[in-house]
């Protein structure tokens, strides 16, 4: 039976991309070679950030992300007055009023073993004090978007155990919204795909998952649903909302209103429980920006404020007025899952890397994984190799990691793919520095990312059609003397080694280590 579910499995797999199926013996080979991470063990490991930042006064929730045999329990020492631990489910929620550091030690144990990690509580003015890992809706769904599938979206990313691993978003895209009304005038769900944005909301909190949501603060979105503002005192009120106007790069389609509801939205959105905004127009202009970072800061709550999009690329010239008033920032344009996009995207960052410090990040797009396909989903078009490539790079990048795929249509190779957590520790890395390039040469290219333990996160990367060997020198990464080499991806330690680490790597791949004494 266990050999029938691997065969399946691997044709699930390479039917992907090669859209063949062989001999047994070749279609297992095949697997063993494209899933390169070990299965977590039964001991319990402690994984995700290693820091939590809240403003003082807002409502706090944090989840202790945990691999391990359950059940497990859980135990703090050091939480402060005003904050509560749930031992069973490893949740602590309450309130800090005042601005403080806070020093904890994390405890996780089961009936295998036990795991302790250090962990830090910064109560001040800045919150996501590492990048945002979640998913969002319109890479799978598109303009498709309803609260069913939301919530289906959710209960998948529970059962495949992603929270384990650090990920808590659950982010609605464009096409949720509805007509404005309510308490404050401000926009409201769409009655034909959403019961209550309140009940979803209280729903993803209660299994440990936070909610993420969609705007403009042009008069209509890009899908053509109600924008943030409007040309008259009362906002949008007719029956056109869900006319979906075409979006033509040569022509942006909607302008800021004269009346901004921006105030109004920020209440509502603080009322149903949000914990996260992406704001979405071109180009992002600072005035906007500034009000809606005020309004969203006065509910009291911390929302995670993500600008998007940056085409026509002007953000560059703003960058500095804007970077202190939002969490992250769109880089690009929109990615989609072809190797071009993809590479063209994620090896053009170095312009940005002063920018992205912890609470404010450069956002090369979401992570096109699994099944996607903008409301009609299909497995990615990037080949295993150039999918390492992917997370790889927006892991030493320090960039929000958003998955776009249909959750409930995870395969094993995706799976391991995004649970690493070895690689989600670069991510997630306390300095939040991004990787720069320091080789570059005939497609061949060597990334260096500073950790804040002192050790170094190291990318090869071989963008040519032929597989190639690539060489990290000491001298180009800022390290002297032995130095031990680990493969983050197999999770095993390689070599020790005194000059350099080179490595065969393959067509449109990477190897991705990390270097310490």
Not at 138 to 166: P, T
């Amino acid at each position: 039976m266990k050999y029938k579910l691997v065969i399946g499995l691997a044709f699930t797999l390479l039917s992907a991309t090669t859209n063949t199926f062989s001999q047994s013996v070749i279609v297992k080979d095949s697997l063993q070679a494209l899933i390169l991470t070990p299965a977590p063990a039964d001991k319990p490991r402690i994984n995700g950030a290693m820091v939590f930042g809240v403003r003082p006064g807002s409502p706090f929730m944090y989840n202790i992300h945990a691999t391990g045999k359950r059940p497990m329990k859980y135990s703090v020492k050091g939480l402060p007055k005003g904050l509560n631990l749930d031992a069973n489910t490893g949740q602590i929620t309450g309130k800090l009023v005042s601005k403080a550091n806070y020093s904890l030690v994390i405890k996780a144990e089961n009936a295998v073993g036990s795991a302790v990690r250090n962990f830090k509580i910064i109560v001040g003015d800045e919150i996501a004090l590492t990048p945002p890992m979640g998913w969002n809706s319109w890479n799978c769904w598109g303009v498709e978007v309803s609260q069913d599938k939301a919530m289906r979206s959710a209960r998948a990313f529970i059962n495949a155990y992603l929270n384990e691993h650090g990920w808590e978003y659950i982010n609605l895209d464009d096409a949720w919204q509805g007509l404005r009304g309510g308490q404050y005038n401000a926009i409201q769900p769409d009655p034909k795909k959403f019961t209550s944005l309140k009940v979803y909301c209280d729903s993803l909190h209660l299994m440990g998952l936070k909610a993420g949501i969609y705007s403009s603060p042009w008069t209509k979105t890009y899908g053509g649903r109600v924008g943030g503002s409007a040309n008259n005192i009362d906002g949008i009120k007719d029956s056109t909302f869900n006319i979906k106007i075409g979006f033509s790069k040569k022509k942006l389609p909607y302008d800021t209103g004269k009346y901004s509801f921006a105030v109004q939205d920020a209440k509502q959105w603080a009322d149903w429980g949000i914990d996260y905004l992406k704001y979405d127009w071109a180009p992002i202009e600072t005035v906007s920006v500034i009000e809606m970072a005020d309004a969203l800061n006065a509910t009291g709550r911390d929302i995670v404020f993500s600008l998007s999009n940056n085409y026509p690329p002007t953000l560059i010239n703003n960058i500095k007025e804007v970077a202190p008033h939002a969490q992250s920032w769109r880089t690009t344009g929109d990615i989609n899952d072809s190797w071009k996009s993809m590479s063209s995207i994620g090896f053009n960052q170095d312009k940005w890397a002063d920018y992205s410090t912890p609470g404010h990040y450069n956002d090369p797009d979401m992570l096109v994984v699994g099944h996607v396909g903008w409301g009609r989903p299909h497995p990615t078009k990037l080949t295993p190799d150039e999918q390492y490539t992917h997370i790889s790079l927006w892991s030493l990048l320090s960039a929000p990691l958003l998955l776009g795929c249909d959750l409930e249509k995870l395969d094993a190779f995706t799976l391991n793919l995004i649970t690493n957590d070895e690689v989600i520790d670069i991510d997630q890395d306390a300095l939040c520095k991004p990787a720069t390039k320091v080789y570059s040469k005939d497609s061949l290219d060597v990334l260096v990312k500073q950790l804040a333990d002192g050790s170094k996160a190291v990318g090869l990367f071989n963008r040519s059609s032929n597989k190639a060997t690539i060489t990290a020198n000491w001298k180009d990464i800022g390290l002297t003397g032995k130095q031990t080499v680990r493969d983050v991806w197999r999770q095993k330690d390689l070599v020790i080694a005194t000059e350099k680490f080179e490595a065969e790597v393959a067509a449109h791949g990477v190897v991705l280590v990390r270097i310490s004494k």
